[in-house]
């Protein structure tokens, strides 16, 4: 017993070290990736969401900017592809890896566009201090937009609270690309981010959306991960459907949400799943709120 009081004495003074905060990405040492998909087609990688650029005589159209600190590294890769301004940029969804270069590039001249609802929550962040006006899209959309540029006619389609309520599929058909954000990821499990309006059934409305716009050849490019086809897609969505009734199982036997989690719905996955890490229990969490109507 004297040794137990004097472990407890001991731990008391010396107390476990807390473990370390997640450390920020270290920007100087991103490299910026750029994949040609087709004569006029580029996808840039750097640190944060897949960026798509359009390149021509009637300049450059940018899908997403990345964070703040790889701006010039962004417009050098651009450089590289095309001598023409950047005219345009979509953002996809309000998260910052995929807007946090936006206000560099307005100041470059950049015309922002994005849906109301996405505007919105970037002019009204939960914290923090208010962007900057040229911080947000100047021009926003309802429904579907089309631009024609460079040979193309570049759409932009509302896809209603999937993984939040401003996401906006890209399409570029004469590239025969399509590019999601993050209502389709081919890394990790999904991501309904429910604090932002995201929901689970615009979710597969979006993903299947897909589908139905893409032909047996077309390029889909997701928020993060590999490009892929419509049945890699269809295929996710699928797993989407099939893990929900499984959380929806154990809902209705009055299971809670860390019984759920604990029950592992997502294992016949999780091997499948490229780059899954903790991701699984984020979705399956996700899934029990959703179906279970919590808030």
Known sequence: MMFAVLA???????PPAPAPAAQPPDFTKVEIKTTKLTPNFYVLEGQGGAIGVL????????????????S??????????SDRPIKFMVNTHVHGDHTGGDENFAKMGVTIIARDELRARLAAPPSGPKPAAAA????????????????EDVQLIAVPAAHTDG????????????????F???AGFP???????????????????????AGPSTKIVPGHGAIVDKNAVAAHRQMIVAIRDKVAALVKQGKTQQEVIAAKPTSEYDAKVPQAGTTGERFVGQLYAEVSGAR
Not at 136 to 151: Q, R
């Open 72 to 81: 010039d590294k962004i417009a050098a890769a651009i450089r590289q592809v």
């Open 55 to 70: 390149v021509g005589p009637d300049g450059v159209f940018m899908v997403d900017s990345q964070f703040a600190p790889l």
């Open 184 to 186: 389709y990821r081919s």
């Open 8 to 14: 407890v004495a001991v731990a008391l003074q010396n």
């Open 167 to 182: 996401d906006t599929m890209v399409k570029f058909p004469n590239a025969d690309v399509i590019m999601t954000g993050d």
């Open 136 to 151: 947000l899209p100047i021009v926003t959309y309802k429904g579907a937009m089309t631009f024609h540029m460079n040979g």
């Open 191 to 213: 991501n309904i981010d429910r604090a932002n309006g995201g929901t689970l059934n615009g979710m597969l409305a979006g993903l299947q959306a897909v589908v139905d716009a």
